[in-house]
């Protein structure tokens, strides 16, 4: 059973830094692409990062380009976000994925349950 859970969300005031973490189980972590997506409350999922299993690459949307840095430890099968100069438009739940872009955002089976970010002074 995929299980993916994320943790490190909290409230920071703008400019501020955050590191989520997501633990994943039930699959073979090391062979799947890994994303990460949030959703603002009232609006739709967006997309934010896919972490490559084969090259080890990540992509990062330009939203977030800069201030926001994906990484993954197969062996701890963990993928985190390092999120730094966070603005309030960044208040969103933030979701773990497996799975890359078109896998993400055409069905949820693989979510984990989201952390809350909120930036706000």
Do not use: H
């Not at 993916?4 to 590191?19: A, H, I, N, R, Y």
């Not at 189980?25 to 009232?42: E, I, K, L, N």
């Not at 966070?86 to 055409?106: H, I, N, Q």
């Amino acid at each position: 059973q995929v299980q993916l859970v994320e943790s490190g969300g909290d409230m920071v005031q703008p400019g501020g830094s955050l590191t989520l973490s997501c633990v994943a189980s039930g699959f073979t972590f090391s062979t799947y692409d890994m994303s990460w997506v949030r959703q603002a409350p009232g609006k739709g999922p967006e997309w934010i990062a896919t972490s490559y299993a084969n090259s080890g690459r990540s992509v990062i949307d330009l939203s977030v380009r800069g201030r926001f840095t994906v990484s993954r430890d197969n062996s701890k099968n963990t993928m985190s976000m390092q999120m730094n100069n966070l603005r309030p438009e960044d208040t969103a739940l933030y979701y773990c994925a497996r799975g890359e872009y078109k896998d993400v955002m055409s069905r949820r089976d693989y979510w984990g349950q989201g952390t809350q970010v909120t930036v706000s002074s």
